[in-house]
């Protein structure tokens, strides 16, 4: 009988930290979808008005990768007010040769917040300035820190500042930073001053309204706008789209639906039909990133499916190689 191996929370946070490798794994997922006969289905999302939440539901078969994985993952985001997680949910890993299951991975939503980090550090790899030192983080929830923690693994960064709606949760997040990363982080209580001279700009809230506005923004700035991952939210001013010099959208059809895009098109600010060049195709050299130290760029992640089953890949071979989880015949 096949052995399916069975992965803990705390099994995953030690198999797979925020390393180069998770980084690269992801940066080569998106180059596949660019490059490859990747079959990735739109999301199929959940929505549970009464609770406050919602379930998504993403995949990919990426052809090289032995393996594919559905995720299923949920945010309930009432649930701090319960003392629980806003965040939950598992991947579970296929055989791509036999359609036999893997592995189940119960992550709670570890590996996804892993993998949306590397996105956001790929992005920034490809848009920002190389001397880039500054980082403004809008949010202070489990994204906002890691989105620091994988810009520092990509980029010369040396301080930053953080924002959030609680000012309070600011304030911790930034001393908690502080300590943990070994860089200053200055929490402030105005959006508007942590973006004021910053480098790189990373937006991480479950926002439904414009959090960073169009004339806030200067020259050579990359903003990496991580939350809009579904309709209602919305944390960019459509208006920027007029200032920008490079727009990359981790997945054009989701942007067009989810993303920063969306809220773009509109307000009239973005033709419905104008085409963008896709995160892979900047990578694989299809397509310009940042050309101009001055160019003002948005990297728009709404998540993919090969961003999962990429991570639930490597999760998976490192279990392999040091023989961790369970083991149970199928």
């Not at 099994?11 to 980084?23: H, K, N, T, W, Y």
């Not at 773009?264 to 963008?276: L, R």
């Amino acid at each position: 009988m096949p052995e399916v191996t069975i992965l803990t929370e705390s099994d995953l946070r030690q198999l797979v930290p925020l390393d180069l490798e998770a980084i690269g794994c992801v940066e080569d997922a998106f180059l596949a979808l660019a490059t490859s006969a990747v079959v990735m289905p739109p999301i199929m999302r959940l929505d549970i008005k009464d609770a406050n939440g919602e379930v998504d539901v993403k995949t990919a078969y990426v052809p090289g990768i032995a393996s594919f994985a559905i995720k299923i993952s949920p945010g309930f985001f009432d649930n701090p007010k319960l003392g629980l997680p806003s965040v939950n949910g598992l991947m579970v890993l296929f055989s791509a040769q036999t359609g036999l299951v893997e592995a189940a991975l119960f992550d709670n939503g570890y590996l996804t917040d892993i993998r949306t980090a590397a996105a956001g550090a790929v992005s920034a790899k490809l848009l920002s300035r190389p001397d880039a030192s500054t980082v403004a983080i809008l949010g202070a929830g489990v994204q906002a820190k890691l989105q620091l923690q994988a810009l520092m693994l990509v980029r010369p960064v040396t301080a930053a500042r953080l924002w959030a709606r609680d000012p309070a949760k600011a304030v911790a997040a930034a001393a908690d930073l502080t300590k943990s990363l070994g860089i200053e982080v200055t929490p402030h209580a105005k959006a508007r001053d942590a973006v004021n001279h910053a480098d790189i700009i990373v937006t991480t809230t479950p926002a439904t309204a414009p959090i960073l506005m169009a004339d806030w923004l200067e020259p050579g700035q990359h903003i990496t706008a991580m939350g809009s991952d579904a309709e209602h939210k919305n944390e960019i001013d459509p208006a920027i789209f007029a200032r920008l010099n490079r727009y990359v959208p981790d997945r054009l059809s989701q942007t067009r639906i989810l993303g920063e895009l969306h809220h773009a098109i509109a307000a009239d600010q973005v033709s419905a039909t104008q085409e963008f060049a896709e995160l892979g195709a900047v990578l694989a050299g299809l397509a310009p990133g940042r050309t101009n130290p001055g160019d003002i760029t948005l990297a728009d992640l709404t998540g993919t499916g090969v961003q999962d089953t990429a991570i639930a890949t490597l999760a998976r071979q490192r279990a392999n190689a040091a023989h961790a989880g369970q083991i149970f015949s199928a």
